[in-house]
């Protein structure tokens, strides 16, 4: 057994009496509940698999095409490609089997989502020890759709390139190319999108959604930056390259001077995808995040030249592009207010602790966005949430270390507030895709955290001491100074005294890895920077998400008035059938009519009207209790002045489980990489253990 009080073999600095106190038992989930949650599933699969259906010709142009060229009166003797009627065709393909399909499940997601949630989200968190534990079974599965998806659409449109009599090799791979960015550009933005319904019903954490973001966003600017080389490539052995490339001020732009503005637009748009993914390489995103979210906007003028370019885009992108657009009125509604505090304190080590009334719940681990007006009117950062609503009912904690030029603006403010005994100005924009549950099967739960990196642990802990008290619960804190772990001690004590109340097992461990107190001292200058304070009329309220009924709503009206609106512009090319000049304002127009459409639904469903939340006015912005010295904090707390050695660690949970199942301790490791590295090496080949990274890169 471990003793409580030894040297580095030691693990139970801090032991609570062992208990047992069952749970809750679970709901009984209705059958036909369960049913339309998996009906969910099989609609989203069919709305990813249906866009490879567009190139099969057995499916699509042989038959379907024929069949709903009827409606909408195309002459099956005219084969001109923009002969009447045909701009409709892929309209009603990508109707019937994406748009219809998404949009009732997400009502039906809304509507059952309260009552049944899968239970599977936590394993897709698995890294498996076979590959090293370097990717999970979620990333397995999401990279095995991408390269899928990828192969399956290029073979099946260059299949149809080649069956065009003669069309050049290097055009045929060159349009499969873009077929297969245009698969993913479907998908790109769903991942990072905000209270998106797809990821939740995945149950895949918004921070991992960002991560897959990425990934799809290198795979579409290479798919798109190769579909223009072998393009480059032909035009260059054809003599064409300035004609082709170049704008042609001086032709017709509805017959000699089309295809070089087409190209044009095709090219604008690729620069704009390329300068988005060159800002959103690792170093320029984290040193330059300010940079980095500006940049991003070209995704507007992106998409207006992709759709000028080829004009089915739209039609393709439809759906992605109603879902990110209600989904954006989700946060702008919830966002009207800034958020009412309860206390904002600027701890030592450039820390700051705010803590958010809210009148909504929450899970801990959730990713809530922050934005501070006197700092940046435009910013927005993501943090990680480090309560729970089971001890801190009403309220919402996060813990934010300067990290960069706006994390450093935001402490100041912060001290300035607390110097001038006012309350600082912040918006909270949350309800995004938590992290997955931790599963009661485990008999044993470890949270090992480096530095600040603890703070996506810190609610979870706290979570399961009074949820799942019956669960051993170890946490093995890593910090660079006693400094760092102390000016948490009141969130320590209120650790010991859940775990003591609930008779839960807790066991703490803290080691210190350096006693230089360098970066702690620093604190002390006042702030260089003096902050106005904005000028906000909106009465600061707790934060609140918005209704079920609202959304579903937001949502229906969106498709329903943007579809039309849709139909209205692109059914018998309006624009172009009064000059054929005016192809350019044609495509720029249905886009906009998908943007106009969403946004009247907006304005219809009045999303952001909402009566005042009641709140109380106190706020707190010191901390009341008496905080430990240095020396009282080390012996109170056992703090080890070394780095743990993960083996023996390891060895001696193993020696108080002997006999415990494959998989039944689970892992929850949030801070440095190196930290992850070094328990993935540990635990490796160990078959007690599931690893679980918290994964929070922006």
Same mark, same amino acid.
């Given at each position: 057994?471990?003793?409580?009080?030894?040297?580095?073999?030691?693990?139970?600095?801090?032991?609570?009496?062992?208990?047992?106190?069952?749970?809750?038992?679970?709901?009984?989930?209705?059958?036909?509940?369960?049913?339309?949650?998996?009906?969910?599933?099989?609609?989203?699969?069919?709305?990813?698999?249906?866009?490879?259906?567009?190139?099969?010709?057995?499916?699509?142009?042989?038959?379907?095409?024929?069949?709903?060229?009827?409606?909408?009166?195309?002459?099956?003797?005219?084969?001109?490609?923009?002969?009447?009627?045909?701009?409709?065709?892929?309209?009603?393909?990508?109707?019937?089997?994406?748009?219809?399909?998404?949009?009732?499940?997400?009502?039906?997601?809304?509507?059952?989502?309260?009552?049944?949630?899968?239970?599977?989200?936590?394993?897709?968190?698995?890294?498996?020890?076979?590959?090293?534990?370097?990717?999970?079974?979620?990333?397995?599965?999401?990279?095995?759709?991408?390269? #899928?998806?990828?192969?399956?659409?290029?073979?099946?449109?260059?299949?149809?390139?080649?069956?065009?009599?003669?069309?050049?090799?290097? *055009?045929?791979?060159?349009?499969?190319?873009?077929?297969?960015?245009?698969?993913?550009?479907?998908?790109?933005?769903?991942?990072?999108?905000?209270?998106?319904?797809?990821?939740?019903?995945?149950?895949?954490?918004?921070?991992?959604?960002?991560?897959?973001?990425?990934?799809?966003?290198?795979?579409?600017?290479?798919?798109?930056?190769?579909?223009?080389?072998?393009?480059?490539?032909?035009? #260059?052995?054809?003599?064409?390259?300035?004609?082709?490339?170049?704008?042609?001020?001086?032709?017709?732009?509805?017959?000699?001077?089309?295809? #070089?503005?087409?190209?044009?637009?095709?090219?604008?748009?690729?620069?704009?995808?390329?300068?988005?993914?060159?800002?959103?390489?690792?170093?320029?995103?984290?040193?330059?995040?300010?940079?980095?979210?500006?940049?991003?906007?070209?995704?507007?003028?992106?998409? $207006? $030249?992709?759709?000028?370019?080829?004009?089915?885009?739209?039609?393709?992108? $439809?759906?992605?592009?109603?879902?990110?657009?209600?989904?954006?009125?989700?946060?702008?509604?919830?966002?009207?207010?800034?958020?009412?505090?309860?206390?904002?304190?600027?701890?030592?080590?450039?820390?700051?602790?705010?803590?958010?009334?809210?009148?909504?719940?929450?899970?801990?681990?959730?990713?809530?966005?922050?934005?501070?007006?006197?700092?940046?009117?435009?910013?927005?950062?993501?943090?990680?949430? #480090?309560?729970?609503?089971?001890?801190?009912?009403?309220?919402?904690?996060?813990?934010?270390?300067?990290?960069?030029?706006? *994390?450093?603006?935001?402490?100041?403010?912060?001290?300035?507030?607390?110097?001038?005994?006012?309350?600082?100005?912040?918006?909270?924009?949350?309800?995004?895709?938590?992290?997955?549950?931790?599963?009661?099967?485990?008999?044993?739960?470890?949270?090992?955290?480096?530095?600040?990196?603890?703070?996506?642990?810190?609610?979870?802990?706290?979570?399961?001491?009074?949820?799942?008290?019956?669960?051993?619960?170890?946490?093995?804190?890593?910090?660079?100074?006693?400094?760092?772990?102390?000016?948490?001690?009141?969130?320590?004590?209120?650790?010991?005294?859940?775990?003591?109340?609930?008779?839960?097992?807790?066991?703490?461990?803290?080691?210190?890895?350096?006693?230089?107190?360098?970066?702690?001292?620093?604190?002390?200058?006042?702030?260089?920077? *003096?902050?106005?304070?904005?000028?906000?009329?909106?009465?600061?309220?707790?934060?609140?998400?918005?209704?079920?009924?609202?959304?579903?709503?937001?949502?229906?009206?969106?498709?329903?008035?943007?579809?039309?609106?849709?139909?209205?512009?692109?059914?018998?090319?309006?624009?172009?059938?009064?000059?054929?000049?005016?192809?350019?304002?044609?495509?720029?127009?249905?886009?906009?009519?998908?943007?106009?459409?969403?946004?009247?639904?907006?304005?219809?469903?009045?999303?952001?009207?909402?009566?005042?939340?009641?709140?109380?006015?106190?706020?707190?912005?010191?901390?009341?209790?008496?905080?430990?010295?240095?020396?009282?904090?080390?012996?109170?707390?056992?703090?080890?002045?070394?780095?743990?050695?993960?083996?023996?660690?390891?060895?001696?949970?193993?020696?108080?489980?002997?006999?415990?199942?494959?998989?039944?301790?689970?892992?929850?490791?949030?801070?440095?990489?190196?930290?992850?590295?070094?328990?993935?090496?540990?635990?490796?080949?160990?078959?007690?253990?599931?690893?679980?990274?918290?994964?929070?890169?922006?």
């Amino acid at each position: 057994m471990l003793s409580p009080r030894k040297s580095v073999n030691s693990f139970h600095a801090i032991t609570t009496p062992n208990g047992f106190q069952p749970e809750e038992p679970k709901p009984v989930v209705s059958v036909p509940v369960r049913a339309f949650h998996w009906l969910v599933g099989a609609l989203l699969a069919l709305a990813v698999i249906s866009p490879i259906g567009y190139h099969v010709q057995s499916i699509y142009r042989n038959n379907l095409a024929i069949m709903w060229g009827q409606w909408f009166n195309v002459n099956p003797k005219n084969t001109a490609r923009n002969a009447p009627g045909k701009e409709m065709i892929p309209v009603a393909y990508f109707f019937f089997f994406v748009a219809l399909p998404v949009f009732t499940a997400a009502v039906i997601y809304s509507v059952t989502k309260s009552r049944f949630q899968g239970s599977v989200s936590y394993w897709l968190h698995v890294k498996p020890q076979y590959l090293g534990r370097l990717v999970s079974y979620g990333e397995l599965i999401f990279l095995a759709i991408i390269v #899928a998806g990828n192969v399956i659409v290029f073979y099946q449109a260059i299949l149809l390139q080649l069956s065009f009599k003669g069309r050049p090799q290097l *055009t045929a791979i060159a349009n499969s190319l873009a077929f297969s960015g245009l698969y993913n550009l479907v998908f790109l933005a769903l991942p990072a999108t905000r209270h998106c319904f797809w990821m939740e019903w995945l149950n895949i954490p918004w921070a991992r959604g960002v991560k897959y973001h990425r990934w799809l966003g290198v795979v579409t600017i290479v798919m798109f930056f190769c579909h223009f080389v072998f393009y480059f490539v032909q035009f #260059a052995q054809t003599n064409q390259l300035a004609h082709e490339l170049l704008p042609c001020f001086s032709c017709n732009i509805a017959t000699d001077g089309k295809d #070089a503005w087409v190209n044009v637009f095709g090219q604008l748009a690729l620069l704009c995808m390329v300068i988005m993914g060159l800002t959103s390489i690792p170093y320029l995103r984290r040193h330059y995040y300010a940079t980095f979210k500006l940049v991003h906007f070209l995704f507007i003028p992106a998409i $207006f $030249f992709a759709v000028m370019h080829f004009e089915q885009i739209i039609v393709w992108v $439809f759906v992605s592009m109603v879902l990110y657009l209600v989904n954006r009125m989700y946060s702008d509604s919830s966002i009207a207010h800034p958020v009412a505090i309860h206390t904002a304190v600027a701890l030592p080590g450039r820390v700051t602790q705010l803590t958010f009334k809210t009148s909504t719940t929450y899970l801990p681990g959730d990713i809530v966005y922050v934005k501070v007006p006197a700092v940046s009117t435009i910013q927005w950062h993501p943090f990680s949430v #480090a309560s729970t609503p089971l001890h801190t009912p009403g309220l919402l904690t996060v813990y934010i270390k300067e990290l960069g030029h706006w *994390t450093g603006q935001l402490h100041d403010y912060v001290k300035q507030c607390n110097a001038a005994d006012i309350v600082p100005i912040v918006y909270l924009d949350a309800g995004y895709t938590p992290p997955a549950p931790i599963s009661p099967k485990y008999s044993t739960v470890l949270f090992i955290g480096g530095g600040i990196g603890v703070t996506p642990l810190m609610g979870q802990i706290m979570h399961l001491l009074h949820a799942r008290p019956n669960q051993d619960v170890y946490f093995i804190w890593h910090v660079k100074a006693v400094e760092m772990a102390s000016q948490f001690q009141s969130w320590l004590r209120e650790l010991e005294h859940v775990a003591q109340v609930n008779h839960g097992r807790l066991h703490l461990n803290i080691y210190v890895t350096q006693q230089d107190i360098a970066e702690i001292s620093a604190d002390t200058e006042e702030p260089s920077h *003096t902050f106005t304070t904005p000028n906000i009329t909106a009465e600061p309220r707790p934060y609140a998400h918005l209704s079920t009924t609202r959304k579903l709503i937001v949502l229906i009206l969106a498709f329903a008035f943007s579809g039309v609106l849709f139909v209205i512009v692109r059914y018998d090319q309006k624009f172009t059938k009064i000059d054929a000049k005016y192809w350019p304002l044609q495509r720029f127009m249905e886009v906009v009519s998908v943007v106009v459409g969403c946004y009247l639904a907006y304005a219809a469903a009045r999303v952001g009207k909402s009566s005042p939340a009641s709140h109380s006015s106190d706020v707190e912005l010191r901390q009341p209790s008496r905080q430990l010295s240095r020396e009282e904090f080390i012996v109170q707390y056992g703090l080890k002045f070394e780095r743990a050695e993960w083996s023996k660690l390891f060895q001696n949970i193993e020696a108080e489980r002997s006999g415990a199942a494959a998989g039944s301790i689970g892992v929850y490791v949030s801070g440095p990489k190196a930290l992850g590295a070094a328990i993935d090496a540990e635990t490796s080949g160990r078959p007690y253990y599931e690893v679980h990274h918290e994964e929070f890169e922006m």
